[in-house]
């Protein structure tokens, strides 16, 4: 068995389709795609079950609009409808990708709350599920007593960002995500999240305050988390068609509760993105597909595993047959290397 657990066909590659989360929202990122069926039928559910409120923005438009707003003014002017769009845009990406994908996929990675549109990918969840689950998860976070708080990208270890903690004694900062052997992701309250960035610029480290509207992975959303995983029970939940990869368990999600588990994870858990990676890498997976806009988690998979194939067919907006060239980098049936990368 696989990290993923499943055992794919020998003889072919063995393809990891990963969803990114919040980073992977782009303004007109879907406007070359709009008129296929697939992402027309996404398009269509967000602006039938997630309509923008009175004074807000449709998620669909800003997909097919180039000249959307930018995320920190979506993030501000509204926040639900960046989760929608970013939602949105990864789920129809991944039908796109999945049509042209010379090889069938093996694997569903998600990342932070692109867990929700890898359950999605699944057939967990259906898209108006997870449109549903967007806005509850919306109404839990605006209706909670939150303090300001946010997330900031470093170019730290592990090991730097704990010790930095410690020495700003500032213990409501945590490791909320590791994406690479130098990258983690740090959220807490702003104050104590900016006196950390603040230490960590002084010792000549970048520090990048990410477009969040809260501490994601964070204990600041524990009431949020209790609520969300109380609804989630009542969420039907099918058998995945693709196998699941519960990136913060660290371990495949097959049964019901580790699938509705799994879509509350971004709230608390902290996300061993890279690890994640590496356990593919070691369990025979070769060939790591990004399927949303930019090229986020293709780049994170090139840094673990560079010896592994690592595509973003919408790194930049593209149409059908311009995803169908750049998906023609995945490796052929029987090119494939056994054994880890």
Same mark, same amino acid.
């Given at each position: 068995?696989? /990290? ?19 980073? #992977? ?26 309509? *923008? ?13 180039? *000249? ?5 003014? %979506? ?20 039908? $796109? ?23 999605? $990918? ?7 599920? *997870? ?8 109404? &839990? &976070? ?6 300001? /708080?946010?997330?900031? #990208? ?27 052997? /130098?990258?983690?992701? %740090? ?13 960590? &610029? ?18 600041? %959303?524990?009431? $949020?988390?209790?609520? !969300? ?16 990869? #519960? ?25 061993? !993105? ?10 025979? !997976?070769?060939?790591? $597909? ?8 293709? #780049? ?42």
């Amino acid at each position: 068995m696989t /990290a993923a657990g499943t055992a794919p066909a020998a003889g072919r590659p063995r393809t990891v389709l990963m969803c990114p989360g919040q980073g #992977a929202y782009l303004p007109g990122a879907l406007r070359h795609l709009a008129q296929v069926p697939a992402v027309a039928e996404v398009l269509t559910a967000v602006d039938t079950h997630a309509p *923008g409120r009175a004074g807000g923005v449709s998620a669909a438009r800003v997909l097919t609009d180039p *000249g959307g707003p930018a995320p920190e003014d %979506l993030v501000r002017a509204d926040p639900l409808a960046f989760d929608l769009a970013t939602y949105a845009a990864v789920v129809a990406t991944a039908a $796109v990708v999945l049509d042209h994908l010379p090889v069938p996929a093996d694997a569903v990675l998600g990342h932070s709350v692109g867990d929700l549109a890898a359950l999605t $990918v699944a057939g967990v969840l259906t898209v108006r599920q *997870g449109l549903q689950l967007l806005r509850i998860r919306d109404r &839990l &976070l605006t209706t909670a007593a939150l303090p300001a /708080a946010g997330m900031a #990208a470093t170019d730290l270890t592990p090991a730097q960002a704990a010790d930095l903690i410690r020495t700003c004694d500032t213990p409501q900062v945590r490791i909320a995500v590791h994406n690479a052997p /130098a990258q983690v992701v %740090l959220a807490g309250p702003d104050a104590q999240l900016g006196e950390v960035g603040a230490r960590a &610029l002084d010792r000549g480290h970048r520090v990048t305050r990410l477009v969040s509207r809260t501490a994601y992975h964070h204990p600041l %959303l524990d009431e $949020v988390s209790r609520s !969300f995983r109380s609804l989630l029970r009542a969420q039907p939940v099918a058998p995945p068609r693709l196998p699941v990869h #519960a990136t913060a368990a660290g371990r495949r999600a097959h049964t019901p509760d580790r699938l509705r588990a799994m879509a509350a994870a971004h709230l608390t858990d902290p996300l061993p !993105f890279h690890p994640a990676l590496l356990a593919l890498g070691g369990a025979g !997976f070769t060939t790591y $597909v990004d399927s949303g806009p930019r090229a986020l988690l293709a #780049a994170l998979a090139k840094t673990a595993l560079p010896h592994c194939a690592a595509v973003a067919p919408l790194r930049t907006p593209a149409d059908a047959d311009r995803i169908h060239r750049r998906l023609s980098r995945v490796p052929p049936a029987g090119s494939a290397a056994e054994g880890p990368c």
